[in-house]
């Protein structure tokens, strides 16, 4: 799923998914850690952005969870990686869910889809009956070298 | 507010100023989920049930952060519901990462026209631009 190499550092931190009002927290706390970590505007938007739709779906359709907030490092650069974890029914046909405008519930059915466009890594986990995890991991943008006279 | 963490406010409602014959709604920052669906119900009524036939609602989203699917679902339905009731919306103010981000998300929102920013917005609805903003509210309720 993710590179060897990458590895978690210790700041790893959970919040719970349990109401609107946790979203909002949420979306908060991924915006400050996404900051912090030195991603573009544009970058924290749409990380945020997909944190919301994943962070509304534990709550709607798995009836609430948590979601983990971790830090990683690689050689390269640093990412924010995101697990949102429920306990819920599961989804019978991930494919089917993944799909642009399907929709279990009211919604736009952008959801799934739409988060997964939004972010570079995407990994969908769920068993019918057991819950789901949905994964998600953004890595500072890492810009070629600044070319110098030498080379 | 003492005992509260000061990092999670409770939800407001979100006000709605008149000015003349305009409706203008300012969100800003973290909006709840339950604050929004209770805007998309007072907007309506507002609409419906003003003194006046109502030019136009102005929603000024410039110090909105972020719209995710729910968000833009209720300002295209707020939009869709004024237009049944003979009013237009003008979606003010939308930040360019916001643009971007919504039009990955694949919700491009046909229903609202926007204006890039209040002013903007006003003259659109064939309304002389107003010099002071903000104007005192008048009668929030």
């Known amino acids: ?151 | 507010m003492t005992g509260l963490p000061t990092s999670r406010p409770a939800p407001a409602p979100v006000p709605v100023l008149a000015l003349g014959d305009v409706l203008l709604v300012t969100l800003r920052g973290e909006l709840h989920d339950g604050a929004a669906e209770q805007l998309q119900d007072d907007l309506a009524h507002r609409i419906a049930s003003g003194p006046a036939p109502l030019q136009g609602v102005v929603i000024d989203i410039s110090g909105v952060e972020i719209v995710d699917s729910f968000l833009g679902r209720v300002l295209a339905e707020i939009a869709a519901a004024a237009s049944l009731l003979a009013t237009r919306t003008v979606l003010a103010g939308m930040r360019p990462a916001v643009a971007i981000t919504l039009v990955e998300l694949g919700l491009t929102l046909p229903g609202p026209v926007t204006a890039l920013d209040v002013e903007a917005a006003l003259s659109l609805l064939g309304r002389a631009p107003v010099s002071a903003l903000p104007v005192p509210p008048e009668g929030g309720v």
């Open chain 1, 1 to 151: 799923m993710h590179a060897p190499s990458a590895s978690a550092s210790a700041a790893t931190t959970r919040l719970h998914i349990g109401s609107d009002a946790d979203l909002a927290w949420v979306r908060h706390e991924v915006r400050q850690a996404a900051a912090g970590l030195g991603f573009s505007l544009v970058q924290q938007t749409k990380l945020v952005t997909a944190a919301s739709e994943l962070a509304r779906n534990t709550l709607v359709h798995g009836g609430g969870g948590h979601v983990e907030m971790t830090h990683l490092e690689d050689g390269a650069g640093r990412g924010l990686r995101l697990a949102f974890t429920d306990e819920g029914p599961g989804i019978p046909d991930p494919e089917l869910a993944m799909t642009d405008g399907y929709t279990s519930g009211g919604g736009l059915g952008l959801g799934l889809s739409g988060a997964k466009r939004l972010v570079q890594e995407f990994t969908l986990d769920s068993r019918p009956g057991r819950g789901t995890t949905v994964t998600i991991t953004d890595w500072t943008t890492v810009l070629p070298a600044a070319r110098t006279g030498g080379s």
